[in-house]
């Protein structure tokens, strides 16, 4: 079932946004579904009935590759990480887009995760590709896997190397961290620095 936004089915029955809004109001026609965001969606079948016509056409749904890294100074990681996921992609015959995330895991408002999560909610993701699990999100996962079944799509994790508890749990002290000093200037800031540098080095001592 495809599902239009309020621009494209206002675009499709040439009327403008703002007579849809004065209907749904009015409840003379409502939108299928409103996202979280407040975004309002129309259903092909609902197109189908205002215009007079009995078949519906099905929307041939995304292939998305998501790619995230933490900080500006990772970009060159982040190139890195878009070409791995295209080449896996590319062997396996996909047809697909990117969408990438400069952010910490724990960051749940950056562009390109708000952006999947639409296209996730406006049925438009058949499945998403990513390189690590941890690249989706280090917090949540269970509840964005969660929200990706409801609307029967699919995650699909490249590399499923699993880590030990231990590393998790430093990987995961680091961002904490590193999110909270973000938010701290002078003295403070200095030590929480501190603190994220010797963690770092706790795990490397760890790995070797």
Not at 93 to 122: A, C, R, V
Not at 135 to 157: A, D, Q
Not at 163 to 172: A, I, M, R
Request: with cysteine.
């Amino acid at each position: 079932m495809r599902y239009y936004s309020i621009g494209e089915f206002a675009k499709a029955i040439n009327v403008t946004e703002q007579t849809l809004r004065n209907w749904d109001k009015k409840g003379t026609l409502s939108p299928h579904h409103t996202t979280s965001y407040g975004k309002r969606f129309y259903s092909q079948e609902q197109l189908n009935n205002y215009i007079g016509k009995d078949d519906s056409s099905n929307l041939v749904r995304k292939i998305i590759g998501y790619c995230r890294v933490s900080s500006n100074k990772q970009k060159d990681d982040l190139e890195r990480q878009i070409e791995n996921v295209k080449t896996y992609m590319y062997a396996r015959g996909y047809q697909f887009e990117i969408i990438s995330d400069i952010g910490s895991g724990i960051n749940y408002d950056k562009k390109g995760l708000l952006t999947l999560l639409e296209l996730i909610q406006s049925n438009q993701v058949e499945k998403v590709v990513v390189l690590y699990k941890d690249r989706l999100l280090r917090f949540g996962y269970e509840l964005f896997e969660n929200v990706c079944k409801y609307y029967n799509t699919k995650i699909e994790i490249i590399d499923n190397t699993e880590k030990s508890d231990e590393e998790e749990l430093v990987e995961d002290m680091i961002q904490i961290v590193t999110v909270f000093s973000c938010r701290l200037q002078g003295k403070r800031a200095k030590q929480t620095k501190k603190i994220i540098k010797e963690l770092k080095s706790n795990d490397t001592i760890n790995e070797s």
